[in-house]
């Protein structure tokens, strides 16, 4: 029987991670599937009975990775401090939670930023949700020092109180209006979730040349945009500024790849085949968007 694996979201339709994980169980002929699970909360409780009576492991996503905390048997370090799950391992009815997105914008991050060390350098991170969380937690754990700032001050504000205690690193909580630079900027809000509008004459603050122009890396890790007016999921309106002001871009797709990777090794225990789950990801991207 081949072993149940799956992602856990409300919606998943658009969900990529199929695709991804599929491709992988057939390169490294693991006898195994891989569906989306759109689940409404009010039916959680029955699929997670079901995930532990069948299931072999679960990718996590929006906007569960917190509530399914209160399923597992056992939680890994770095999954708790970041407070929140994103993969779970059945190991025999024992489910083990795992967040792997710290992960994957690390190694999204460093496999960009070459040279002797990221160690000081200041990231910039847009956004206070889950998704902002991880990565502060990442880049703290690499010793860069971290600026968070949100629209609602107070979740920046949480996250950075938290996380400074872990890490020498430092991180600080900015309010909204002030427009720190750093090395490097990181997106991780839904503002183009929100905004699908938007054009080259409204674009965020976060977009504006002047403050950009002062960083070496932009990340955006958005990699599902449907903007009426720029046609490319990956390519955000950020993204394209940064380009056009020479820095380094970073979408959102590896990041979606490299914690996949991670998932695959744990529930595999092997290396994850990366260039046919990188090639997967990106055919079932144009096929989608
Ligand atoms: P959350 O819903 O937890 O957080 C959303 C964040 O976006 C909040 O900080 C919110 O601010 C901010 N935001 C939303 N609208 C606006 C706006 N109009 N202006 C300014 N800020 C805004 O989501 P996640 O953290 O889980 O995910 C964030 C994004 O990252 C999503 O687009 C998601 O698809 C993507 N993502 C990508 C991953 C990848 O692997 N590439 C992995 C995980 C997520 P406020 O608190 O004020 O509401």
């Not at 967040?99 to 990231?123: C, H, Q, R, Y």
């Not at 090639?279 to 144009?286: D, M, P, R, Y």
Request: net charge negative.
């Amino acid at each position: 029987m081949a072993k149940k694996y799956g992602i856990l979201a409300y919606p998943a339709g658009h969900s990529l991670s199929p695709a991804v994980h599929n491709a992988a169980f057939k390169a490294m002929k693991v006898r195994a599937e891989y569906k989306a699970h759109e689940i409404e909360e009010v039916d959680l409780d029955d699929f997670m009975k079901m995930v532990r009576n069948n299931f072999a492991g679960l990718s996590v996503s929006l906007p569960y990775k917190e509530i399914v905390i209160k399923y597992l048997d056992e939680i890994d370090d770095h999954a708790r401090r970041i407070g929140a799950v994103n993969t779970i391992v059945n190991n025999n009815g024992f489910l083990v939670g795992y967040n792997t997105d710290f992960l994957g914008s690390n190694k999204a991050i460093t496999e960009v930023i070459k040279g002797p060390s990221t160690k000081g350098m200041i990231a910039v991170i847009i956004g206070a949700g889950g998704a902002a969380r991880a990565i502060a937690y990442g880049l703290l754990s690499l010793g860069m020092n971290v600026w968070i700032k949100n629209r609602t001050k107070s979740k920046a504000d949480a996250i950075a109180i938290e996380l400074a205690e872990l890490f020498d690193a430092e991180i600080h909580s900015e309010e909204w209006d002030n427009w720190q630079t750093g090395d490097i900027l990181i997106n991780a809000t839904s503002f183009w979730i929100q905004n699908p509008d938007t054009t080259a004459e409204n674009l965020p603050k976060f977009c504006d040349e002047n403050f950009l122009r002062e960083f070496k890396v932009v990340m955006d890790i958005s990699y599902n945009v449907h903007l009426k007016n720029f046609p490319d999921p990956l390519m955000t309106p950020l993204l394209i500024k940064a380009k056009e002001l020479g820095l380094k871009t970073i979408s959102g797709d590896k990041m979606l790849l490299y914690q996949a990777v991670e998932q695959f090794k744990l529930w595999t225990g092997e290396e994850a085949p990366i260039e046919i789950m990188r090639k997967a990801l990106e055919e079932e991207g144009k096929r989608c968007f």
